[in-house]
């Protein structure tokens, strides 16, 4: 795919970015790949070419916090191309990989070849995570020191829990030496184990194995514990219960350092998408019932919960087309993801794009402690640019990805990001 260097005038767009002070509609100027508020000086606009943005908002390059790529990996679903172009089209400047890969990152070695591979082909800024312990089975701390060396940012067991609890704090402690994020998924597996769906009534007149809140409720409530105790940030990943949100809520009021994030698919779906026992439709944690998706919006809109994630996870047509029992939970959401969540709160809001922007790019870059993609004269552009007023059905395109396992497959949307600005280069144009 090729790359356009920006010398562009984006005309009559909204710009949002709160931590500049910036909500107007404003003209901008991208002269190689730099940002002006103003045509420069000496500099004949006309001769550039121009884009007419009315009901469009430019906004700071969002990022995915929760992108599973598979890479390397057995299966052929996915290529870190594949990855960055759906992550574009997504509106995505940047996305945090996860350490599930084959064989796990929880060596240097691994990190360096998914660093090689990222060079080679990615078209966005693709971060790393290590493992928290070794092959992510919570036995044994992982090397944390050499994997930072080796270039991650933040360490995770996702999408596992560690259950040993004195590993847990130990692996926290050695994070902290490190300054290395901790993104940990809650769950019990003990208490999740042969579960399939949310435990309700609506669970089992489908005859399905439950997956109960208090299995996660419980590994917050751990977390919030251990961040309380060696006063470091945990970051909780991927929350799904009414428990949860009350949990977080309480611990932030009470100044324990811990932060949070939602997928989209929870904050759009409930408990009633499987059924008909969609196997697409089957995640983890599970889609649950329509309180506790209230309780995820609310969440967002008062601050409890930080950000808000894809939880990308493509899975093989052959592996989700089995009895539903059989399917891995998981689904693909790069390029659903922005739409979804503001469809999501467009039913709490009247204006969403503030929470949006918090919860895609301001969250995710802090609790990464990375720098802000700021929209300031002179930066080089890292932008993502929606049409808010654009009626479109949403369809996995195989030419981005392999895999197509959505839950939202046919789903209408009324907003699309429509052009991905990466370190001043056009990555993806509508």
């Not at 767009?13 to 931590?19: G, M, N, Q, Y």
């Not at 609790?367 to 808010?388: C, E, R, S």
Request: charged residues 20%; hydrophobic residues 35%; contains cysteine.
């Amino acid at each position: 795919m090729e790359v356009e260097e920006l010398n562009i005038n984006l005309i009559g767009a909204r710009i949002l970015d709160p931590i500049q002070k910036l909500d107007c509609v404003q003209d901008l100027y991208i002269r190689r790949g730099k940002m002006f508020f103003e045509q420069p000086p000496d500099d004949d606009s006309k001769s550039y070419r121009s884009l007419n943005l009315n009901d469009h908002v430019i906004m700071p390059g969002i990022l995915d916090l929760c992108t599973h790529t598979r890479v390397p990996g057995t299966s052929s679903t996915e290529s870190i191309f594949n990855i960055s172009q759906s992550a574009a089209k997504g509106g995505f400047t940047a996305i945090l990989a996860m350490p599930d890969t084959l064989p796990q990152s929880d060596n240097p070695g691994t990190i360096r070849y998914i660093e090689d591979r990222i060079k080679q082909s990615s078209l966005i800024n693709i971060w790393l995570t290590g493992c928290l312990t070794i092959k992510s089975e919570g036995n044994s701390i992982a090397p944390l020191g050499s994997l930072k060396d080796a270039g991650i940012i933040a360490v995770s067991d996702s999408p596992r829990s560690c259950i040993d609890s004195q590993i847990f704090i130990n692996s926290v402690k050695y994070a902290k030496m490190f300054n290395l994020p901790v993104i940990e998924f809650p769950q019990d597996s003990y208490l999740s184990k042969n579960g399939n769906a949310h435990v309700s009534s609506f669970s089992l007149k489908m005859g399905l194995g439950g997956l109960p809140s208090i299995a996660e409720e419980i590994s917050v409530q751990r977390a919030i514990s251990v961040a309380k105790d060696l006063d470091y940030n945990i970051h909780l990943s991927s929350i799904s219960s009414v428990g949860s949100v009350s949990l977080i809520r309480d611990a932030k009021k009470r100044g324990i350092k811990v932060t949070a994030d939602v997928t989209a698919h929870h904050l759009i779906l409930n408990e009633n998408a499987i059924e008909g026992y969609d196997t697409n439709a089957k995640l983890f944690p599970p889609l649950r019932g329509e309180k506790d998706r209230d309780s995820l919006q609310n969440g967002l809109l008062d601050g409890t919960i930080d950000a808000i994630c894809s939880a990308h996870q493509p899975h093989p047509s052959h592996e989700k087309n089995v009895e539903y029992d059989k399917a891995p939970a998981g689904a693909i959401g790069l390029e659903t993801c922005m739409s979804a969540s503001i469809q999501s709160l467009s039913t709490k809001t009247d204006d969403p794009y503030p929470v949006i922007v918090q919860s895609l790019s301001y969250g995710p870059h802090k609790i990464l402690q990375l720098p802000q993609p700021a929209i300031k004269k002179g930066n080089l552009a890292n932008l993502t640019i929606i049409n808010n007023k654009e009626n479109w059905t949403y369809h996995p395109n195989t030419e981005l990805s392999e895999a197509v396992n959505s839950p939202l497959i046919n789903y209408d949307f009324q907003s699309c990001p429509v052009l991905t600005i990466v370190n001043g280069q056009i990555i993806y144009s509508k």
